[in-house]
């Protein structure tokens, strides 16, 4: 190449920089127009890579927009710095309000506490955070998810020996995730009190081909394992393909019946409920979640009001009632987790119904 | 050492300054190094033209502050760069001492005493990287990756999957400090750039870093002792993500069991777009700090525009590819000439 192209690109450049530059200066007066018309509200996602959080974004785009706010997603991917240096970038955009799925509770804390210093109102949903000044937690008590899901197992290892024993694979997911380590105490806190059934609690990073080959490693060893268990539904089909290959993807009532428990309440998770193969899933209820925290904020948060504690009900709900209470970082709605099983899979207000079914949000 | 300069085998050891410049060849010289600058500077009207408040100083702070953690682990891994190897243990390491560090805030050593046990630490694992590295002859990239294996799996098991978040103010004050709307973390950032520049240019051991780099067997011949060279290469870049931890834990208040893991791609690319050679010999601080603001850039832009979220991180990958191809353009061009 010649220098000769240097000395024209270098001509185009500046032209370019200099129609970019008159382009800013229009760009800046529209935008802030914009900005001056709509609040601005966006949301920090903690992962795009599972279908629970794809419903949850949608959820919480749609009711954004349905205030007449102005709605933007930033995803962190799992990195806990990167959704720090987002919301940083955030706070740029002078905000009205944010609301987030903290990747880590207590490292949040200290983005939380650079937007109380602008008063600019905190929703969190998901995972809540530990410290700071957050306007309303909407979120899901996941040691609790995990001994529910503890208990479902139970209580069909009860009806199948006539006594709470058997053998049990816990295929837990990564512990760096808070949510997916409460859930692995909860469940292994509730197993340990039934001494009879043995327990195999074994790490697959929450990784489909990691629950496959930790399935699979389990039935070689014990091959009439009883029951399966994951903490979401998305991985769990490493589960399903490790029990479709050792024979043992049976329907409930089949002889060879892998009893089969997760969490989350995915779609997927109502159709194999439905084909009858899963026992139940323990759910929580990512788009209540957006909701209910939109509806704090307009209602309360951004009129610089507290949100009031208390009984909250509302029927466009499965679990139709919970209670704010004041938490830590301010008040909080933990919402009671509930089980899916065949009796009502199909009650239409199950986010899993909502989101596949109304939105169209079809797994890929 | 100029920027993006290297050191030939039959010059390694004397060599201080790029070859003579004149008319058309030298301009042409300083296009080739310094387009990363261009792409900085044609992004940051990009992202502007999306959203004005990327113009702001508020903005400028936060992609200094960004841009510390950033550029502590890109500084550290172009020491074992340009000595010819590889440190893929570097984000780990960040993570692991750090915690270290913290950890010993437990047993009533003072906070500046357990920053510097987090640093010390850090080269210590750096230490223990070129030791295999010169001493075992293991090759770089695998070992460094096992120690990247070991050192997430430390930092979890030490952590048991918590997040440590009772660091006393002290500790952390580094990471939270204003001189006015300033924040005081990226002059680390540049002192420790400053330091490695002055290394690299003005000293012996600068030199034969290079000279290494360039061709281990001339420098041999030329009497310079290899192996040293490369296990300071590998303590100097365990010592700055000791710094790069402590930093971080500082500006997060929190240290978490996964610490730094999302660090190692960026930090490899950060360096190799600003010049520094993956192959050894190449490159410069100057550059380094071009990559380390492109890709801050990048990701401080992406995020206050309103593209997709699902697009993003795609959009983030092509424009660090167009960056690293205009570089290979670059380095072809300048090898061509």
């Known amino acids: 190449m010649s220098t000769e192209f240097f000395r024209t690109s270098r001509r185009a450049f500046l032209k370019g920089a200099a129609a970019l530059a008159a382009g800013t200066a229009v760009g800046s007066q529209a935008s802030g127009a914009s900005a001056a018309s709509k609040p601005f509200v966006p949301y920090s996602n903690k992962s795009l890579d599972y279908y629970f959080f794809v419903a949850q974004e949608e959820a919480v785009k749609r009711a954004v927009e349905a205030q007449g706010w102005e709605f933007q997603a930033v995803n962190a991917n799992f990195d806990n710095t990167r959704q720090l240096q987002q919301w940083q970038n955030l706070l740029l955009k002078n905000p009205a309000a944010i609301i987030s799925d903290p990747i880590d509770s207590q490292a949040i804390a200290s983005a939380i506490k650079r937007f109380n210093k602008k008063k600019i109102p905190v929703g969190i949903i998901d995972t809540p955070a530990s410290d700071g000044g957050v306007a309303i937690t909407v979120d899901f008590d996941n040691y609790q998810g995990g001994a529910m899901a503890a208990e479902q197992i139970i209580k069909l290892l009860t009806a199948r020996h006539g006594s709470p024993k058997g053998s049990v694979l816990n295929a837990y997911g990564a512990l760096q995730s808070v949510a997916w380590r409460l859930r692995k105490e909860g469940f292994e806190a509730t197993m340990q009190k039934y001494p009879d059934i043995k327990l195999y609690s074994r790490p697959t990073e929450g990784m489909i081909d990691k629950m496959q080959s930790v399935t699979l490693a389990t039935l070689a060893e014990v091959p009439d394992l009883d029951a399966v268990h994951a903490p979401s539904d998305t991985p769990s089909r490493g589960i399903v393909t490790a029990l479709q290959q050792k024979g043992r993807w049976k329907k409930v009532g089949e002889d060879g019946h892998a009893i089969f428990v997760n969490i989350d309440g995915e779609p997927i998770a109502h159709q194999w409920i439905k084909d009858g193969y899963m026992d139940a899933s323990v759910a929580q209820d990512p788009i209540a979640y957006a909701e209910i925290t939109v509806e704090m904020l307009s209602k309360y948060a951004m009129k610089q009001q507290p949100v009031p504690t208390g009984p909250y009900e509302n029927k466009k709900y499965y679990w139709e009632r919970g209670v704010i209470t004041d938490s830590l970082t301010g008040p909080s709605l933990i919402i009671p987790p509930f089980v899916i099983n065949k009796d009502n899979v199909d009650d239409k207000r199950m986010w899993g119904n909502i989101a596949y079914n109304e939105w169209g949000l079809k797994y890929k | ?337």
């Open chain 2, 1 to 337: 050492m100029s920027d993006g300069a290297s050191v030939k085998p039959s010059a390694a050891a004397s060599r201080t300054a790029g070859p003579a410049r004149s008319g058309r060849s030298s301009t042409l010289q300083w296009l080739l190094q310094n387009v990363v600058w261009f792409w900085l500077f044609g992004l940051v009207v990009i992202f502007g033209v999306f959203n004005p408040y990327f113009f702001t100083i508020n903005n400028m702070q936060n992609i200094m502050v960004q841009a510390t953690v950033l550029g502590l682990l890109a500084l550290a891994i172009s020491l074992p760069l340009l000595v010819a190897e590889i440190d893929l243990s570097i984000a780990s390491n960040m993570g692991f001492s750090s915690v270290i560090g913290a950890l010993t805030l437990n047993y009533g050593v003072p906070w500046w005493g357990g920053a510097l046990v987090g640093i010390l630490a850090g080269a210590v694992v750096g230490l223990f990287n070129g030791l295999c590295v010169t001493r075992l002859r293991m090759v770089s990239l695998i070992e460094t990756l096992a120690m990247m294996i070991i050192l997430q799996g430390a930092l979890l098991a030490i952590t048991e999957g918590n997040t440590i978040a009772n660091m006393p103010d002290e500790y952390t004050w580094i990471g939270q400090a204003t001189i006015g709307t300033w924040p005081i973390m990226p002059l680390v950032f540049v002192v420790c750039l400053a330091a490695e520049a002055i290394i690299l240019r003005r000293t012996v051991l600068g030199r034969s870093i290079y000279a290494v780099g360039g061709n281990a067997a001339a420098s041999t011949a030329a009497g310079i002792r290899v192996d040293r060279i490369k296990i300071i290469a590998f303590v100097l870049s365990g010592l700055l993500a000791g710094i790069a931890g402590y930093m971080l834990a500082a500006w997060q208040m929190a240290i978490t069991s996964n610490q730094g893991e999302g660090f190692l791609l960026y930090s490899i690319a950060a360096p190799i777009i600003g010049g520094v050679s993956v192959f050894g010999g190449r490159g410069s601080v100057v550059g380094i700090l071009g990559g380390v603001l492109l890709l801050t850039t990048i990701q401080a832009g992406l995020a206050v525009v309103s593209f997709p979220s699902f697009y993003v991180p795609m959009i983030g990958g092509l424009m660090i590819f167009v960056a690293v191809a205009i570089d290979a353009i670059r380095v072809r061009m300048s090898a061509g000439r």
